[in-house]
Nanobody, 125 residues
Framework: QVQLVESGGGLVQAGGSLRLSCAASGRTFSSYAMGWFRQAPGKEREFVATITWNGGTTYYADSVKGRFTISRDNTKNTVYLHMNSLKPEDTAVYYC??????????????????WGRGTQVTVSS
């Protein structure tokens, strides 16, 4: 079992920044790839970013590339999402997730088998 708890969401003005954290407990966090997804009201959950177990490879959705950075600290069992130049369209509930059976789970949420409960990010115009 893996437990994931997100934090760091909130209300921010357009152009601002936030840092989301996802704290993991349970099975060996450092062995697994991690991902961030988001879901806006009335929309499907969409991929944001993913990072491999050692942080060596990252991948981003085109909509956030150049503005968001995913990172991890395996000594703290935590993955981060640094969000800069936020836009109103970034408003969503942000979820972290992990795959305990795929080294590179990619962008499909089906490939992630553990999820946090999410943290709300609201960007005002």
């Amino acid at each position: 079992q893996v437990q994931l708890v997100e934090s760091g969401g909130g209300l921010v003005q357009a152009g601002g920044s936030l840092r989301l954290s996802c704290a993991a407990s349970g099975r060996t966090f450092s062995s697994y790839a991690m991902g961030w997804f988001r879901q806006a009201p009335g929309k499907e959950r969409e991929f944001v970013a993913t990072i491999t177990w050692n942080g060596g490879t990252t991948y981003y959705a085109d909509s956030v590339k150049g503005r968001f950075t995913i990172s991890r600290d395996n000594t703290k069992n935590t993955v981060y999402l640094h969000m800069n130049s936020l836009k109103p369209e970034d408003t969503a509930v942000y979820y972290c997730a992990t795959s305990t059976y795929l080294a590179i789970p990619g962008t499909n949420p089906i490939n992630y088998n553990y999820w946090g409960r999410g943290t709300q990010v609201t960007v005002s115009s």
